[in-house]
């Protein structure tokens, strides 16, 4: 049974940092892409980055060079560090794994919270 877990959520004020972890299990992980999710009250989720099985990255617009994801294949674990945050960044942060080819994700972990006050 696949299962991705969240853990690195918290409360942390303007321009802090946090760094996110989603272990997964149950599947091999270095065969799959993976990504970060993000949903604010009221908002639909949105992609905030993805890494490649091969390690090549993409982040959305709103976070490029505040937040860099990596994985450690060998932990089967994957990060998002996240570098001067701002408000707009409070979030549930869901990691996600093994897309199709349409970039749907098949795996889904149950989130955790990122809460940015000023």
């Known amino acids: 049974q696949v299962q991705l877990v969240e853990s690195g959520g918290g409360s942390v004020q303007t321009g802090g940092s946090l760094k996110l972890s989603c272990a997964g299990s149950?599947?091999?992980?270095?065969?799959?892409?993976m990504a970060w999710y993000r949903q604010a009250p009221g908002n639909e989720r949105e992609l905030v980055s993805v890494?490649?099985?091969?390690?090549?990255?993409r982040y959305a617009d709103s976070v490029k060079g505040r937040f860099t994801i990596s994985r450690d294949n060998g932990k089967s674990t994957l990060y998002l560090q996240m570098s001067s945050l701002k408000t707009e960044d409070t979030a549930v942060y869901y990691c996600?794994?093994?897309?199709?080819?349409?970039?749907?994700?098949?795996?889904w972990g149950q989130g955790t919270q990122v809460t940015v006050s000023s």
């Open positions: 996600a794994a093994c897309p199709d080819r349409d970039m749907h994700y098949s795996y």
């Open positions: 149950g599947y091999i992980f270095s065969f799959c892409g």
């Open positions: 890494i490649s099985d091969d390690r090549r990255t």
